[in-house]
C-alpha cells in the first residue's frame, strides 16, 4: 500500500464507535495519504507499505488529535477585576444584571480592531494546540451588533488562515442583550435573525448557529426565532442550555434537531429524553462549572442511561471559563462530574467531533478520515485525565503533518 507517511510502533486509542471502550491497539500502525488515513490497525494485520516517511514511535500512544467543541475564543479586553469582584461577593448573574459580565467584553472587543483581536486570540489557541488539540470551536458573540459579530467572525476564520488547526465558527449574535437594545430584546432579535444572520451566511462566516438561552439571555420564544431564521439559511444549530436555569432550552433545540446543547447542569428529564430521541450531543463544560463554583451536577447518569452522547469543552471565555487546556478539561470531568476515564476520552474526540457535525471528517483513528493525531509520552491513557498541570504531548498531526 503506497502513503506518505506510516507511524509504527505505537499504542493506538482508535476511539472507533465499533470498538470497545477506547478501542485500544497495541503494537498499531497508521498510514496516511494525502492527509487522509488509509490504513490503521495492528502491525501484525497490516498490509506490506510503501512510505515516504517512516516514523517509529517506541512505543507511544497515539489518540484522535483532540478537539474542543465550545470556545468562546475571540474576545478584547480582560476581566481579572470582574473576577475579583466576584471574590468579595458578587455572584456571576449580579455583574451581568449590573451592565458588567459579557457586556464589558462585548465594549472592549467592540474597540479592537481585526489584527488586535487576532493577536490577543492567537496565545489561547496555542495553548490548545499545544495539548493536541487539532479541531477547535469558535463563537461570536461579543460583538453584538453587525459590524461587531462579522468582525469576531472573520477573526475566527483567519485564526484557521494562521495556525494549522481545523477552525470550526459559530454566530452566536443571540448571547447577550447590547445596550442599545435594553428594554427591546425583540428589537435585537429582529438585527439578528433580519440582518446579522443573512450577512454572515452570505460571507460564509459560520458553520453553526448557538443562542444563550437563560433569564440573562434570551428566551425560549426568542431562541425560537433565531433557530427558525438558521435553518431557513441551512446553517445547523445548538445551544446554551440549562446552565443557570430550566428554561427547558434542551428540548427546544432538540426539537430543532441540534447537534449539541451544552452546560446542562439544570437539565430535566424531559429534555434528555428529547436529546436522545433527536440524536443532540451533550456538551459538558466543567470548567466553567468550577469557575462559577456551582454546585448543581448535570444528570450524568440519566445522560448515561438515555445513550446521549456526552462532549468535553473548556468554554474559553473571559466570564466564566478562562480555560486554555482540554487535559484539565478532561481532569475536572472526571473529579467533578466523575466520568470514566473512556468517556473524557471519547468527550474530547468522537462525541466532540459529532458535536460539530464532523464525525465523518475527525475524531477517531480510522481509515477514511483526516489524518490528525496526538502522539503522548504516557504509559496508559488514564494518565491523560489524571494528572493536572501536566502536558505529555510529543507530537501533534492535523491533516497528516
Ligand atoms: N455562558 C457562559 O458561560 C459564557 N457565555 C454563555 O452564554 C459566559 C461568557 C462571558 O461571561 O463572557
Ligand atoms: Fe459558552
Not at 107 to 117: G, K, N, P, Q
Amino acid at each position: 500500500m503506497d502513503c506518505d507517511r506510516l507511524w509504527h510502533d505505537a499504542r493506538l486509542a482508535t476511539l472507533a464507535a465499533s470498538a470497545p471502550g477506547p478501542g485500544i491497539v497495541e503494537h498499531g500502525v497508521i498510514a496516511a495519504r494525502d492527509g487522509r488515513i488509509v490504513h490503521v490497525g495492528a502491525a501484525a494485520d497490516a498490509p506490506g507499505f510503501n512510505a515516504s516517511e517512516t516514523i517509529d514511535c517506541e512505543g507511544r500512544w497515539i489518540t484522535p488529535g483532540l478537539i474542543d467543541p465550545h470556545t468562546h475564543l475571540v474576545w478584547g479586553g480582560d476581566r481579572a477585576a470582574e473576577f475579583e469582584l466576584r471574590l468579595a461577593g458578587a455572584s456571576y448573574e449580579e455583574i451581568a444584571r449590573a451592565g458588567g459580565g459579557i457586556v464589558s467584553t462585548m465594549a472592549a472587543t467592540r474597540a479592537a480592531s481585526e489584527d488586535e483581536l487576532l493577536a490577543a486570540t492567537l496565545p489561547r489557541l496555542d495553548a490548545l494546540i499545544a495539548e493536541g488539540a487539532t479541531t477547535v470551536e469558535v463563537k461570536s458573540g461579543y460583538g453584538l451588533s453587525l459590524q461587531g459579530e462579522l468582525k469576531q467572525l472573520r477573526v475566527a476564520r483567519a485564526l484557521g488562515r494562521h495556525r494549522d488547526v481545523g477552525i470550526r465558527a459559530t454566530f452566536l449574535g443571540a448571547h447577550a442583550l447590547p445596550p442599545e437594545y435594553v428594554g427591546n430584546p425583540d428589537g435585537y432579535i429582529d438585527l439578528v435573525c433580519n440582518e446579522i444572520l443573512p450577512a454572515v451566511a452570505a460571507e460564509h462566516l459560520a458553520d453553526a448557529v448557538d443562542a444563550f438561552c437563560e433569564g440573562i439571555g434570551f428566551s425560549p420564544a426568542q431562541v425560537r426565532r433565531v433557530f427558525t431564521a438558521a435553518k431557513a439559511l441551512g446553517l445547523p444549530v445548538k445551544l446554551h442550555a440549562e446552565q443557570l436555569s430550566n428554561l427547558h432550552g434542551a428540548a427546544l433545540a432538540a426539537e430543532f434537531g441540534a447537534i449539541s446543547a451544552d452546560h446542562l447542569e439544570y437539565l430535566d428529564d424531559d429534555g434528555i429524553s428529547a436529546m436522545a430521541r433527536s440524536g443532540t450531543v451533550a456538551t459538558l463544560l466543567p470548567g466553567a462549572y468550577y469557575f462559577v463554583r456551582e454546585t448543581k451536577l448535570p444528570p450524568i447518569e440519566a445522560l448515561r442511561a438515555a445513550g446521549v452522547p456526552i462532549a468535553l469543552a473548556t468554554d474559553c471565555n473571559p466570564g466564566t471559563s478562562p480555560l486554555t487546556s482540554p487535559l484539565l478539561t478532561m481532569n475536572m470531568a472526571a473529579t467533578l462530574f466523575r466520568l470514566t476515564v473512556d468517556e473524557c476520552l471519547a468527550g474530547v474526540t468522537r462525541n466532540a467531533a459529532r458535536a460539530l457535525g464532523l464525525e465523518a471528517e475527525t475524531g477517531t483513528l480510522e481509515a477514511g478520515k483526516s489524518c490528525d493525531l496526538a502522539i503522548w509520552d504516557i504509559e496508559r491513557p488514564a494518565q491523560l485525565v489524571y494528572r493536572m498541570g501536566f502536558n505529555p504531548l510529543h507530537t501533534r498531526v492535523w491533516r497528516g503533518r
